[in-house]
C-alpha cells in the first residue's frame, strides 16, 4: 500500500473536478486493502472516503482534509474462474476487464456492462445497470470490510444480505463497506452463443461512444432515471403521449434525459459546466469547472422537475460535501 500527501484529486477523477486530498492509499490489491482499513483504524483521520476510478464522483474545489482511499486494479490479476461459471475477482478490478475475462473463460451474462467505467467493487455497491442488465442480475456474494473495524476483519454478504435496489445495494446504504471481492454467476456458452454476447457487448461500446459525451471530462448519467411508479405516473399525468416509450423503450421507467431535453435544458451551462446536448444526462467540463458550477446545474433541473411534476429526481452520482 502507497500513502501519498496532499494530492490533486482532480487529476484522478474522470470529470478532473476537485480538490486536493490530504491523504490518497493506493490499494491495489487486497491485502493493500486491509492494510488500508488498518492504516485509517490507527491514523483516525477527520473524514475517509473510498473511490474506484471515479468515474460517478463530484468532490468540492477545496481541501479534503482526510483519507482517499482509491481501489483499483487494472491488470486482472486477481480473475479466478472458479468453476460452474462462477468467477471471483477484487473489487478494485475494472469492470471492462471482468467482462472479458469472462469472455475468455467461456462465459455470458455480463456482457450487457460493456463500456461501463467503473470498477467491479463500485459495480456491486451501486447495483450498475444499462440496456436492461443490473448487477443484481449475476452476482452470487461479495466479501467486504468495513472502516473502523480490524482490517482482517472480512465479512461475506450474500446476494440476499447486499439487499439490492436500483442502483443501490446494502454496502452503499451501510456507508463503512468496502468491497474487498465478488463472485458471480454467469453461464457457460456454447461458441455460438459466445460470439453473440461478444456482438452485444462491441454494440453496447459502439453505442456509448456514440451517443455519449466521451470527448468531455464527465460523470456518467448524472440523475437517476424515474422509476418509482407513483412518480411515473406522475410524469404520465403530465405528458401521457410518452406512455407507450416508456412501456417499451425505458423497460418501465422515464428517461431523465428525454425529461431534460423536453423542460429546455439541454445545454444549460453554469460557469464552464454543461448540460450535454449529446446526452441530456449527462453535464460536461468544458475545461475549468467547478464542483459549485455542476451542483448548480443539478439544483436548476430539479427545480425544474419538482415544478412540473411535484417531485425531485434523485441524483445518482455521488457529490461530495
Not at 145 to 165: I, K, N
Not at 218 to 246: M, T, Y
Request: net charge negative; glycine share 12%; hydrophobic share 45%.
Amino acid at each position: 500500500m502507497q500513502v501519498l500527501r496532499d494530492v490533486a484529486l482532480s487529476e484522478l477523477l474522470w470529470y478532473r473536478i476537485g480538490g486536493t486530498a490530504r491523504y490518497l492509499l493506493e490499494a491495489r490489491g487486497r491485502d493493500d486493502l486491509c492494510r488500508a482499513v488498518e492504516w485509517v483504524a490507527a491514523q483516525r483521520p477527520d473524514r475517509v472516503f473510498v473511490i474506484g476510478l471515479g468515474s460517478n464522483l463530484v468532490f468540492p474545489d477545496g481541501y479534503f482534509d482526510g483519507a482517499v482511499i482509491r481501489v483499483v486494479r487494472d491488470d486482472g490479476g486477481s480473475l479466478c474462474h472458479l468453476g460452474d461459471g462462477r468467477i471471483e475477482g477484487y473489487g478494485g478490478e475494472v469492470l471492462d476487464r471482468v467482462i472479458r475475462f469472462a469472455f475468455d473463460e467461456g462465459l455470458v451474462g455480463l456482457e450487457w456492462a460493456g463500456g461501463l467505467p467503473g470498477t467491479l467493487g463500485a459495480a456491486v455497491r451501486g447495483n450498475v445497470g444499462a440496456f436492461g442488465g443490473e448487477m443484481t442480475d449475476c452476482l452470487e456474494s461479495a466479501e467486504v470490510v468495513a472502516l473502523g473495524e480490524p482490517g482482517d476483519a472480512v465479512r461475506t454478504l450474500s446476494h440476499a444480505d447486499l439487499a439490492f435496489a436500483y442502483r443501490d445495494s446494502y454496502v452503499k446504504r451501510a456507508g463503512n463497506l468496502i468491497v474487498l471481492s465478488a463472485t458471480l454467476a454467469l453461464e457457460p456458452a456454447d461458441p455460438a452463443r459466445l460470439a453473440s454476447a461478444r456482438e452485444t457487448y462491441e454494440a453496447n461500446v459502439r453505442y456509448r461512444h456514440s451517443r455519449h459525451p466521451m470527448e468531455l471530462p464527465n460523470c456518467g448519467s448524472v440523475f437517476k432515471n424515474i422509476h418509482r411508479r407513483e412518480q411515473v405516473e406522475r410524469v404520465l399525468a403530465v405528458w401521457p403521449d410518452i406512455e407507450e416509450r416508456v412501456r417499451n423503450d425505458w423497460h418501465g421507467k422515464v428517461s431523465m434525459g428525454y425529461i431534460i431535453s423536453r423542460l429546455g435544458l439541454a445545454g444549460y451551462q453554469v460557469g464552464r459546466a454543461r448540460v450535454s446536448e449529446k446526452h441530456n444526462n449527462f453535464i460536461v467540463n468544458l475545461g475549468g469547472a467547478r464542483a459549485a458550477d455542476v451542483r448548480a446545474i443539478i439544483a436548476r433541473i430539479q427545480a425544474a422537475v419538482e415544478a412540473t411534476f411535484g417531485f425531485v429526481p434523485e441524483v445518482e452520482i455521488e457529490l461530495i460535501d
